[in-house]
């Protein structure tokens, strides 16, 4: 009995990815397309897959009897920008359901690549926050802001707890719209349409002119390579650091209207490709 072509809508989250699998195989259905909570027009038959716990514990289960490091790439896999996300991922379950794991010994195998290469995307992004994100005082609480393509901040979140574990602080995902907020040692990841800073204080901005100045200081004139620079701090990583901010960026950026997407220009930091959206 061959399977029948669907295409599944569900709410975008990883349990919710499982649940398609579980659907998948219960129902003898070939998803050849996945949508978010977004109306989806097509020829083919949309089906709503309503998350379910259970369902998802169940195939994380079977998962996991296979392979656990298959389990770890399925949920890094999930995180990242990669284009047709969930279906490199159910064709990544099939064949591990298929064959087992020994074909990711393989890198060039062309069902494990494109997952392989997200990841090694994604890895090098989260190298490069670790080190890039800056954070400010407002009114005694740490708070920096990133404009990441993939989804980081689940893999953030345990570097920056551990680092400031007896300080209170967030960080704001403005391309993903997520919010990892931290506090008496606790976490939580938030969904959040927008944030609007609060302006900071007196001796904030002047920690921020300190730091800009020491960032022109220690600059050498004569042996400026923007070429060397643009390789090791890409400018799409500039448009969020203090030293190529104003001082008074919040209150620039109140001047917004609500609903804009418009950032403050900064001629510097042009935007980089700009990550998909997800589901609210």
Same mark, same amino acid.
């Given at each position: 009995?061959?399977?029948?072509?669907? &295409?599944?809508?569900?709410?975008?989250?990883?349990?919710?990815?499982?649940? $398609?699998?579980?659907?998948?195989?219960?129902n003898r259905e070939f998803p050849i397309a996945f949508c978010g909570?977004?109306?989806?027009?097509? @020829?083919?038959?949309?089906? $709503?897959?309503?998350?379910?716990?259970?369902?998802?514990?169940? +195939?994380m289960r079977s998962l996991l009897t296979r392979s656990e490091p298959? +389990?770890?790439? @399925?949920?890094?896999?999930?995180?990242?920008?990669?284009?047709?996300?969930?279906?490199?991922?159910?064709?990544?379950?099939? *064949?591990?359901y298929a064959q087992g794991s020994d074909f990711m010994k393989n890198?060039?195998?062309?069902?494990?690549?494109?997952?392989?290469?997200?990841?090694?995307?994604?890895?090098?992004?989260?190298? *490069?926050?670790?080190?890039? &994100?800056?954070?400010?005082?407002?009114?005694?609480?740490?708070?920096?802001?990133? *404009?990441?393509?993939?989804?980081?901040?689940?893999?953030?979140?345990?570097?920056?707890?551990?680092?400031?574990?007896?300080?209170?602080?967030?960080?704001?995902?403005?391309?993903?719209?997520?919010?990892? %907020?931290?506090?008496?040692?606790?976490?939580?990841?938030?969904?959040?349409?927008?944030?609007?800073?609060? %302006?900071?204080?007196?001796?904030?901005? $002047?920690?921020?002119?300190?730091? *800009?100045?020491?960032?022109?200081?220690?600059?050498?004139?004569?042996?400026?390579? !923007?070429? $060397?620079?643009?390789?090791? %701090? /890409?400018?799409?990583?500039?448009? +969020?650091?203090?030293?190529?901010?104003?001082?008074?960026?919040?209150?620039?950026?109140?001047?917004?209207? !609500?609903?804009?997407?418009?950032?403050?220009?900064?001629?510097?930091?042009?935007?980089?490709?700009?990550? /998909?959206?997800?589901?609210?």
């Open positions: 009995m061959a399977w029948q072509e669907t &295409i599944y809508q569900y709410d975008g989250t990883f349990d919710g990815f499982l649940c $398609c699998v579980y659907e998948s195989y219960v909570d977004e109306e989806y027009f097509s @020829l083919y038959e949309v089906r $709503c897959v309503i998350t379910q716990r259970e369902h998802a514990r169940r +195939v298959a +389990v770890d790439v @399925l949920r890094r896999a999930f995180l990242t920008c990669m284009e047709d996300r969930e279906q490199h991922l159910y064709a990544f379950v099939r *064949k591990l890198r060039s195998d062309p069902t494990y690549y494109p997952l392989a290469r997200a990841i090694r995307h994604m890895n090098g992004e989260l190298e *490069k926050l670790r080190g890039f &994100i800056r954070f400010s005082d407002y009114g005694g609480v740490l708070g920096a802001e990133i *404009k990441p393509k993939n989804r980081v901040l689940p893999l953030l979140r345990s570097h920056f707890c551990n680092r400031y574990a007896n300080e209170s602080f967030f960080i704001y995902d403005r391309n993903h719209r997520e919010l990892l %907020l931290h506090t008496a040692g606790r976490s939580r990841i938030l969904p959040v349409d927008r944030l609007q800073l609060t %302006l900071p204080g007196q001796e904030e901005l $002047c920690y921020r002119e300190l730091w *800009k100045r020491f960032y022109d200081t220690i600059a050498i004139q004569e042996r400026t390579n !923007p070429r $060397c620079q643009n390789s090791f %701090l /890409p400018k799409r990583y500039r448009g +969020v650091m203090t030293e190529f901010l104003p001082t008074d960026y919040e209150a620039r950026q109140a001047t917004i209207p !609500p609903g804009s997407t418009a950032v403050f220009p900064n001629s510097g930091a042009p935007d980089g490709i700009p990550a /998909p959206g997800t589901p609210r």
